[in-house]
């Protein structure tokens, strides 16, 4: 059980750029969280899906920010026209099923750069 | 709005210290309280929390939660500089939609 994936590692976009960020679930997880971490800070609430279901979205920015969990394939974060405040590390965790109690794992997360 | 607080935010001790680390939380309709580690990559689960007064141990590792303090502590007995890290704490609500975070206690053991 390979974990929770998430790519790239590092991504280094200029201002202005599109960013796409992809997080594989742990096989059998249909529940699928992103998280924002800005430096020397806790992780933030972005969104919660459920496959082809967006739960909650209530952490997310209202312009720029999108996310999708398809029948097939990753969950991916898009934030179209990038700035630098966006630079940050995003961590993706999955569990069975909603809910903590339920075995939460997070992924070693993306950190994005925008120059 | 859901908060956590943390403290300290930072703490340097030497190794075979005592640490206690300290979560406070204000959140409508309380679950859970989590703790997790954090190295250079992904925060590793340490507990969940869900009575109050029941302490969790796991080695050298206890926590334990006051539901009517709304609080919870994490204690390392024996530090070594493996432990150095980012220590979180979260706590969920009913909903179980999400979890908040506390900003973290970044903890430096020195040799």
């Known amino acids: 059980n390979a974990g929770v994936m998430q790519n790239p590692r590092h991504l280094v976009r200029r201002r202005g750029q599109e960013a796409r960020l992809r997080c594989s679930p742990m096989k059998g997880h249909s529940h699928v969280y992103w998280y924002r971490q800005l430096p020397e800070e806790g992780l933030k609430f972005m969104v919660y899906?459920?496959?082809?279901?967006?739960?909650?979205e209530s952490g997310m920015p209202k312009e720029r920010f999108s996310a999708e969990f398809p029948k097939e394939g990753p969950s991916i974060l898009r934030i179209q026209q990038v700035v630098r405040g966006d630079s940050a590390a995003y961590f993706c965790a999955s569990s069975p099923q909603r809910g903590a109690n339920y075995g939460y794992t997070f992924g070693s997360g993306t950190r994005l750069t925008v120059v | 709005e859901d908060k956590v607080v943390q403290s300290p935010l930072s703490l340097v001790v030497h190794e075979g210290d005592t640490v206690t680390l300290n979560c406070s939380y204000e959140v409508t309709n309380f679950r859970s309280l989590l703790w997790y580690k954090q190295e250079k990559k992904a925060p590793t689960f340490l507990f969940m929390l869900t009575s109050s007064g029941i302490e969790k141990k796991s080695g050298r590792l206890s926590s334990i939660l006051d539901k009517k303090e709304l609080s919870s502590i994490l204690n390392i007995t024996a530090t070594q500089t493996g432990d150095s890290a980012i220590y979180l704490c979260?706590?969920?609500?009913?909903?179980?939609?999400?979890?908040?975070f506390g900003q973290g206690t970044r903890l430096t053991i020195n040799p």
């Open positions: 899906l459920q496959k082809e279901n967006i739960i909650d």
């Open positions: 979260a706590v969920e609500n009913q909903g179980a939609q999400k979890l908040v």
